[in-house]
Antibody, heavy 126, light 108 residues
Framework: EVQLVESGGGLVQPGGSLRLSCAASGFTFSSYEMNWVRQAPGKGLEWVSYISSSGSTIYYADSVKGRFTISRDNAKNSLYLQMNSLRAEDTAVYYC???????????????????WGQGTLVTVSS | EIVMTQSPATLSVSPGERATLSCRASQSVSSNLAWYQQKPGQAPRLLIYGASTRATGIPARFSGSGSGTEFTLTISSLQSEDFAVYYCQQYNNWPPVTFGGGTKVEIK
């Protein structure tokens, strides 16, 4: 069974740091691109960051650029999100999600997200 | 950045009735659109990709249509387990990936 399990969430003070982890199983982790997506309480989904299968290509949302760092360890089947300089507006459930690629017209592209982990709650408050 | 707009924000439907949800993109995303279902306390679940292809295990009562900037998710006959929030997502042009604000389907 394909599974993603996040951990590392918790309560942190503004300006603090936290490192989230996502453990993957049931598929060849090193072959897949991955993302972090967050959801503030009662709000919608916000994409946070992307990392390619090898880790060589990384993207961030403007809202976290310069503060968050995505990484992966393919030998450990794990994805990480290092969050520094945390703000109250970073309070959210953080999900890891696998990218499903697709090919069209001889080229292949990044596609939709499936599956998603169950999420881990990060609360930034004093 | 492509902005995704969903309507209505809340849809009140009786069990057994049809539900029609809309998603509009600020510029063309071709057919590169996905729909997700999210129930309270759960992660989003993929329903539809490629605007109209059902994901594995998704019942036939869920259907997607549209291309370019206008998309629709139809639930033909609502079951009790279908009351949830639904999100559209474009993957035609990213980063950033963008999601709509969601439509909550509630019991009438």
């Amino acid at each position: 069974e394909v599974q993603l399990v996040e951990s590392g969430g918790g309560l942190v003070q503004p300006g603090g740091s936290l490192r989230l982890s996502c453990a993957a199983s049931g598929f060849t982790f090193s072959s897949y691109e991955m993302n972090w997506v967050r959801q503030a309480p009662g709000k919608g989904l916000e994409w946070v960051s992307y990392i390619s299968s090898s880790g060589s290509t990384i993207y961030y949302a403007d809202s976290v650029k310069g503060r968050f760092t995505i990484s992966r360890d393919n030998a450990k089947n794990s994805l990480y999100l290092q969050m520094n300089s945390l703000r109250a507006e970073d309070t959210a459930v953080y999900y890891c999600a696998r990218v499903v690629g697709y090919c069209s017209g001889g080229s292949c592209y990044r596609g939709w997200f499936d599956p998603w982990g169950q999420g881990t709650l990060v609360t930034v408050s004093s | 950045e492509i902005v995704m707009t969903q309507s209505p924000a809340t849809l009140s439907v009786s069990p057994g009735e049809r539900a029609t949800l809309s998603c509009r993109a600020s510029q063309s995303v071709s057919s590169n659109l996905a729909w997700y279902q999210q129930k309270p306390g759960q992660a989003p679940r993929l329903l539809i990709y490629g605007a109209s292809t059902r994901a594995t295990g998704i019942p036939a009562r869920f259907s997607g249509s549209g291309s370019g900037t206008e998309f629709t998710l139809t639930i033909s006959s609502l079951q009790s387990e279908d009351f949830a929030v639904y999100y559209c997502q474009q993957y035609n042009n990213w980063p950033p990936v963008t999601f709509g604000g969601g439509t909550k389907v509630e019991i009438k």
